[in-house]
């Protein structure tokens, strides 16, 4: 049994006895991690709108003279993968593909210190390995219903009329519509009566150096009676997630694993908690990873037909930030 396919097994055994856990899966499905005792977890800490094993201490100061700074790779060699992913595109292979980069930056903070100060609604720290500060739910599940926000369209809001710019964008409107009809399709693989409840709404991020909006939208199905005891079967049969890899799923990854330098590890996983009646999860996105070379803050954006590189390159740069008002 790989690593997978028992956090899978464990996640049905526990939410049939309707006892909490945490879990996170890798982009690639090759990693997982689990544990049994979430709230008494030591090997990690977590934070979610449900629970958090994080301890209750005062936010380090540091973070008025928080700074962080990216040195990331020449357009000319973004290009070249975005090249491979429109090339894919231009085949038919995929209509619409997450194209992301792994940038070195310089931080005056830890890892540590960034989850205690990052102001997002879904946290993970796993020292040594990495940080994520999630804005994007994966899946919610209250009462049989599963519902899923995926965000698709970035603008900083500096941008005159950036509300109206951003949905009126005929790319973005594009991409926005394609993967939230993959998350239906995707939902619909274990509920019924899937509906999509609000159509791209606008969201601000306030960080130190800028507010970004964000574009989502909310999806919501039901699930039957005793979907306790199919949990992990539900969370891995929508694996990877729809709005960090593409449509389709399966050959838009193909596309993704040749245009990007290696695996995506954690990053675009996802991961989750269940408090043994509801359960909540998120895309680990926001994302810095601890490598033997320093620092790499990882991000991307969707690219469609109507992508243009350098617009796509700038995207990548935008989401580069620390989320601390």
């Not at 975005?82 to 005056?108: H, K, M, Q, W």
């Not at 079967?233 to 399966?250: F, R």
Request: charged residues 25%; contains cysteine.
């Amino acid at each position: 049994m790989t690593a997978v396919e028992n956090v899978q097994a464990n996640m049905n055994r526990l939410g049939a006895l309707g006892q909490p856990f945490f879990f996170a899966f890798d982009f690639e499905l090759s990693q997982a991690i689990f544990s049994d005792r979430p709230l008494e977890e030591k090997g990690f800490l977590f934070s979610f709108p449900l629970a958090t094993n994080a301890p209750d201490i005062p936010k380090p100061k540091s973070g008025d003279i928080a700074y962080i700074k990216a040195f990331p790779e020449p357009i000319e060699q973004y290009a070249k993968k975005f090249e491979i992913a429109y090339a894919g595109l231009a085949r038919g292979d995929s209509y619409l593909l997450n194209l992301t980069v792994a940038t070195p930056i310089e931080c005056n903070l830890s890892t540590l210190e960034i989850f205690q100060l990052a102001d997002s609604p879904f946290r993970l720290w796993v020292p040594g390995r990495f940080v994520s500060f999630s804005p994007e739910r994966f899946v919610r599940i209250q009462n049989r219903r599963i519902s899923t926000c995926p965000m698709k369209g970035t603008i900083d809001a500096k941008i005159p009329e950036a509300e109206k710019r951003i949905l009126d964008d005929h790319k973005e409107t594009c991409e926005h519509a394609t993967i939230v009809d993959l998350l239906r399709n995707d939902l619909s693989l274990n509920a019924e009566e899937v509906a999509v409840k609000r159509y791209r709404y606008v969201e601000a991020v306030v960080t130190k150096e800028r507010t970004i909006l964000q574009v989502s939208s909310e999806i919501e199905g039901l699930l039957p009676n005793g979907w306790q005891s199919k949990v992990g079967d539900i969370i891995v049969s929508m694996l990877p997630c729809g709005s960090c890899s593409g449509a389709p799923k399966e050959s838009t990854v193909g596309i993704i694993q040749r245009a990007e330098d290696g695996p995506r590890g954690y990053y675009t996983g996802v991961f989750g908690y269940f408090d043994g009646r509801d359960l909540d999860s998120a895309v680990a996105i926001r994302f810095i990873e601890e490598t033997p070379n320093g620092l790499r803050f990882r991000s991307g954006g969707g690219i469609t037909n109507n992508s243009k590189m350098a617009d796509e390159y700038q995207e990548m740069l935008d989401k580069i930030y620390l989320p601390f008002v």
